[in-house]
């Protein structure tokens, strides 16, 4: 149990494009679910905390314009990059939380790894 | 603000323990994590442990930590060659909050 999904777990694009990628949690509802982004060889940084249902908290120094977080159900964050640049380029992640033994827990998505060229 | 350090690098011979060690700078962190990274994979979570715990094992993970000094450290027995990936060490302040980690240490089982 548990599963999280991510999609697509890889996509290029070309520059001033727009690309989504979906965080779906399969066997459990999220009301909470974490955008986090990955520079290569470095660590997870927090972009922003996606609640269900209302807008989603995003962390400092994060663009909340390029960066639309839209948590429309107990089961499905998307983030949506707007006008992708080059430096935008990274392998993102996303966790929702869940429950497990009366402990809440992230558990972590595939990640998708976003080029744009 | 939150810092949570690790060493970048591991090598270890296929059968020896391996010890990764990360420090931590926020005594209000509650819960320290220990998550594994395969390449292009997401992360998965092997162990936490709370803070008011020194120790904790769970088959061949041993986590050791001393809250006076602000250290964790994640011990693997009989290190085997899946084990080979990088471990992200991570603190929150309380069970399904935001995670501050660590950079990572890449650990290299080698035959």
């Known amino acids: 149990g548990a599963v999280v999904s991510q999609h697509p777990s890889r996509v290029i694009c070309k520059s001033g494009t727009s690309v989504k990628i979906e965080c779906r949690s399969l066997?459990?509802?999220?009301?909470?679910m974490f955008w986090y982004r990955q520079f290569p060889k470095q660590s997870l940084m927090l972009m922003a905390t996606s609640n269900e249902g209302s807008k989603a908290t995003y962390e400092q120094g994060v663009e909340k314009d390029k960066f639309l977080i839209n948590h429309a159900s107990l089961t499905l964050s998307t983030l949506t990059v707007t006008s992708a640049h080059p430096e935008d380029s990274s392998f993102y992640i996303c966790s929702a939380l869940g429950t497990s033994g009366g402990y809440n827990e992230q558990y972590f998505g595939p990640g998708t790894r976003l080029t744009v060229t | 603000g939150e810092d949570v350090e690790q060493s970048l690098f591991l090598s270890v011979r296929e059968g020896d323990s391996s010890v990764i060690n990360c420090t931590y700078t926020?005594?209000?962190?509650?819960?320290l994590y220990w998550y594994k990274q395969e390449p292009g994979a997401g992360l998965q979570l092997l162990t936490y442990i709370f803070s008011n715990m020194d120790m904790k094992q769970d088959q061949r993970l041993t986590v050791l930590l001393n809250k006076k000094d602000k250290h964790l450290s994640l011990r693997i027995a009989d290190t085997q060659t899946g084990d080979s990936a990088i471990y992200f060490c991570a603190e929150s302040k309380a069970a399904g909050n935001k995670l501050t980690f660590g950079g990572g240490t890449r650990v290299l089982v080698k035959p």
């Open positions: 066997d459990f509802q999220a009301t909470t």
């Open positions: 926020d005594s209000s962190s509650t819960y």
